[in-house]
């Protein structure tokens, strides 16, 4: 069910590069659940349960170094 949310429509792909790049964003982001999510957050305005969260950000360095590749080949980052 996770794969079919994933690809039932468009995604917008981006790479953040910044100090506390990931801790901001995931701050932003909110709770993997909404429910539990803090007003004004992403999840809070936009997810329709855990499953469908709206957003997904990487959780640390490495993983983020990983996931990247999914989107990108490297020649597009600058």
Avoid: C, W
Wanted: aromatic residues 8%.
């Amino acid at each position: 069910s996770l794969t079919t949310f994933m690809s039932s429509g468009s995604i917008i792909a981006l790479v953040l590069e910044k100090q506390n790049a990931i801790a901001d964003l995931r701050k932003l982001m909110g709770a993997t659940n909404p429910a539990n999510a803090e007003e004004g957050t992403i999840r809070k305005k936009f997810a329709g349960s855990i499953e469908e969260n709206a957003i997904h950000g990487s959780d640390a360095e490495d993983t983020a170094a990983f996931e990247i590749g999914y989107f990108f080949a490297g020649l597009e980052l600058i």
